[in-house]
């Protein structure tokens, strides 16, 4: 066994190692190694796995020794896909509205109610038992970072629930009381946004890391956007908006403006929004599910790209608009339909995922970086997008542990 320290970087504190050889093309997002691409592509190549984290990438002739080893059989292998933005926390079923969307009825944000009523009658073993059922959809899928939402309860006690049951199973838990407006608040929306920026925020803020608003017609406006916010901010949250999807509006702006993590849908921009998330720190998260969904226009990425912004990709999985928990999908959309590159949507998919999240330990595969890793059952991440609706997930590894395994 070659010692820890002989991989660089975070080494595992005497935990066994584990080599995985025979990678046809490894993609660490790291432009320091392999090709130098912003992919870093390393071709016939192998890495090494100590405790929960890389410790070594490199050629696989020059692979060290290792306790274990691992065969990816010609495989590719892509660091676990970052799942940025997901309304995991809900019960119910809103098939009935999809079908009459496709059959001509269009998107607006009132259909959350729906969930909401289904939501508050669901107990916390129901909830919990469907959150832990779209992760493990998800997981087959390579997902290993996810984020997930509260937003489907609206009174103090529901909202803090959901962000509790979401905890859970993630770290990475957003409150969303300013979702929609409650129904009980239909008739008063200032009176809803005192109670989400007041005593709603001290019931959610412990079991959050995140703030969120829907800043949108039919939602919240700029003023109640920023209201929330800042209030949230104020608690030690920090904000990320859904902005723009349904029309232009402020979100974008007021996101980059609060520095916000993510700014999430981006559908509708104009040059100005465009310029300020190229020179922001703010990602821009697309949720190409969500346009599929409602039949709505295609957020371009080509335009975001080119002018210099961070770009993520991500899911959306809600039960509204965007039902589905596979990260791969949408990068077979996002190539298809958004003008982006294999590459692109690849990196935004993990790498802008990790940034829409401010994490740093996970997107890559590098030494020091948490060991999550997804193999294909394909010689490149190409065929992502090439062969679209294909289950190639083939092996994931989160945190260093082989949590699916192909049949």
């Known amino acids: ?102 059959s001509g009825r269009p998107y607006s944000a009132g259909g959350i109610r729906t969930t909401v009523a289904a939501t508050r009658a669901a107990s916390d073993e129901a909830l919990s038992a469907n959150v832990a059922r779209y992760l493990a959809e998800a997981l087959r899928q390579g997902t290993t970072t996810f984020e997930t939402k509260s937003g489907y309860g609206l009174t103090i006690e529901d909202e803090a629930r959901s962000l509790r049951v979401a905890a859970a199973h993630t770290d990475e838990v957003t409150y969303l009381g300013a979702h929609i407006v409650a129904p009980e608040y239909a008739g008063d929306p200032a009176g809803y946004v005192d109670l989400v920026t007041g005593p709603m925020l001290d019931a959610c803020a412990p079991h959050a890391r995140w703030v969120d608003v829907f800043c949108e017609r039919g939602a919240f406006d700029g003023d109640a956007a920023r209201a929330v916010l800042t209030a949230g901010r104020a608690r030690g949250l920090v904000p990320r908006v859904h902005a723009n999807q349904l029309g232009h509006g402020p979100g974008v702006q007021l996101a980059v403006e609060l520095d916000a993590a993510s700014a999430d849908h981006c559908t509708h921009l104009t040059d100005a929004d465009v310029d300020a998330l190229a020179s922001g720190r703010t990602v821009a998260t697309l949720l190409p599910g969500a346009e599929f969904s409602t039949r709505a226009p295609w957020p371009d990425a080509r335009r975001l ?30 190539v298809r339909d958004m003008g982006m590159t294999p590459d692109e949507a690849l990196w935004a998919a993990t ?22 890793l997804v193999l294909l059952d394909a010689p490149s991440h190409v065929h992502l997008a090439y062969r679209p609706g294909v289950p190639l997930v083939a092996g994931v590894w989160r945190a260093g542990e082989q949590v699916v395994r192909a049949a």
């Open 1 to 102: 066994m070659v010692q820890s320290s002989a991989y660089g970087n975070g080494g595992g504190g005497g935990h066994a190692s584990t080599a995985v050889v025979g990678i046809a093309s490894l993609v660490t997002n790291d432009p320091a190694q392999g090709d130098g691409s912003p992919l870093g592509v390393i071709r016939d190549a192998a890495l090494v796995i100590e405790g929960d984290r890389i410790v070594w990438t490199g050629e696989g002739a020059r692979v060290p020794a290792t306790d274990h080893v691992v065969d990816a059989g010609g495989r590719a292998a892509v660091p676990g896909f970052v799942d940025s933005h997901s309304h995991l926390v809900f019960a119910g079923d809103r098939t009935e509205e999809f079908a009459a969307r496709m």
């Open 305 to 334: 790209l080119d002018a210099g912004a961070t770009v993520a990709l991500s899911t959306d999985c809600n039960p509204g608009s965007s039902f589905t928990s596979s990260v791969p999908f949408c990068v077979a959309l996002a």
């Open 351 to 372: 790498a802008g995922g990790a940034a829409a999240l401010r994490r740093e330990d996970v997107g890559r595969l590098a030494p020091g970086t948490r060991a999550d």
